[in-house]
């Protein structure tokens, strides 16, 4: 049939790995005794994929139709040994033989075998008349393995429409706009990214011996608890835009609305202390909505032999959590013996911190005599914390939602030109307006009963004769909870990078070498400058599950918490392009 094309493909992914972690004695407390760890990992993923595909043109008119399958299959094999204690650290003796085998528990081994596999049929129309009317709708139906057998199929429509004005013949008349579009679109999505298994409980056997009678019998331990309802995640966004261009393409004009709400997310809830150190389970817990405004500008033109454009870019995005399927907030951000730095619940975004408010330092027995009771062991130089619900005392219930760890909005400008064999080009990005705890600022302050450094401004602590000062008194034990969730380690993370900077030039014009397209030597810098008040590492932190009670808590409740990330590198190239 004129028009059709069937296609069918099948393709793998093979990995093979392997591991080899051997930790030296460094001192008696450090890598002490020796181990080795090895693994071997074999990871293959198939995929198969069949379409049949149609496309014809009638007069004005295009139709197009798409009807599609994949599937996807993933097996990964895992074995690996260790071993303690050896007694010699030259890299001909790491090896697994070479330990002490005589000890107890020297030597250890594992294994495990994981499978995953994804099956999805697909369907895609669309229809365009002179290309000033276009038409486009998708649905698609997904099974996946790691949902339980009730829940294991999703369906995801989505639809999208667009009118080029500017090909109307009422538009040929205004010269000066290029091109001017209409966009609307409505869709669905799905997410199954949370593990493996996440429907089934995980148990452990073996790790304990019981006497019943005269039977010994192998115990069992459940490592994390399954939940056989979880089903699909769920995103709907709906997205109005405008396209323009001006003066024959010379400035671009592209704005989008957009709204996406995201229902029956997947995250681990964390559970009572009574239920033990079982990870928990994921729950399909909330519904949260994300709406905002999206604008990008290019102008580009020239002046004799000089070529230049300028671009720019601005997004705000809100976040909101809509709903909480128990109705219990979220808490999130663990690490610290004070609790959850975030609390996640209706009409506040997702991570919200959850703090105490400063009102600066105590500097003096009167003035802590006739405050709000925090602790019977406060003293001058202690923080002094805010008495939110006016019952007369500091206690969790002044703990309130206290900044944002999403921006007001965030930009980026990119400059470039050239002018005879000279070239440049350069990338500016920067967000504002959101907040940071500063964590690892928590450490760095109160590190006296630790083994590494602190800050240098703790050298401006608070002492009886330096009193004009933010930074408390020096405290081993923190007896009034200094350390405590709370405003004094919150950072405004505002910033601006220079991401990128490239200069070149092409020496083909003064070589006039025949076989030689082009001869260009260039230098670069990556993140050249950071211009911010963070006292942090690096203002653009990443995420982090921040939880180091090991439960796996999603790091979407954590986004704003610096634990101490490592800064982006800055790094100079300098490099060489030759073109035949």
Known sequence: MEGLKLRSTLGGDFQFEREKLFKKRLSAAVYDPTSLNEGRVFNQTLVWNNTADFQRT??????????????????????GASANNFRRNDPLFRYIDASIPEEIGNLGASGIATEWALLSYFAQAGYSFKNRYVLSAAVRRDGSSRFGRNNRWGVFPSVSAAWNISNERFFENIKFVSSLKFRASWGRLGNQEI????????????????????EIVTGATILETGNSNIRWETSEQSNLGLDMSFWGDRLSLTADLFRKRTDDILV??????????????FVNAASVENKGVELGLIYKNRAGKFNYNIGANISAIRN????????????????LSDGALTKTEPGHPVGSFFLYETEGLFQTQAEIDASPFQTINTRP????????????????KDRQHIGNPFPDFTYGVNLGFNWNNFDFSTL?????????????????????????????????????????????KVS???????????????????????????????????????????????????????????????PEIQ??????RGLGLSSDLAVGIDWGTVPAPRTFIAGLKLDF
């Open 476 to 538: 081993l034990d923190d007896r009034n909870g200094n350390r405590r969730p709370s405003t004094r380690f919150l950072e405004d993370g505002s910033y601006l990078r220079i991401r990128n900077v490239t200069l070149g030039y092409n020496f083909k014009s003064l070589l006039k070498w025949e076989n030689v397209a082009g001869l260009r030597l260039y230098v670069t810098a990556q993140n050249a400058l950071t211009f911010t008040k963070y006292p942090g590492l690096d």
């Open 268 to 281: 681990r809830v964390p559970v009572p202390q009574a239920g033990g150190a079982v990870r928990p389970p």
């Open 58 to 79: 009638f007069g004005d008119h295009r139709i197009s139709a798409l009807l599609g399958m994949e599937a996807i299959q993933n097996h990964t094999d895992y074995l």
């Open 195 to 214: 593990g493996i298994y996440p429907y089934s409980s995980l148990v452990s056997t073996g790790d304990f011996v019981y006497v019943f009678g005269n």
């Open 428 to 472: 500016i990005q920067g967000v504002y307006g959101n907040d940071v705890y500063f964590l690892y600022g928590n450490f760095a302050y109160e590190t006296q009963s630790r083994g590494f450094n602190s800050y240098r401004d703790i050298l401006n602590r608070w002492t009886p004769t330096n009193t004009n000062t933010d930074i408390p």
């Open 381 to 396: 130089g202690d923080v002094k914390f805010a008495d939110l619900n006016g019952d007369n005392k500091i206690d969790d």
């Open 543 to 548: 995420a982090n599950a921040n939880d180091t």
């Open 320 to 335: 909101e959590v809509l709903s909480i399927a128990d109705s219990e907030p979220i808490l999130g951000g663990f690490g």
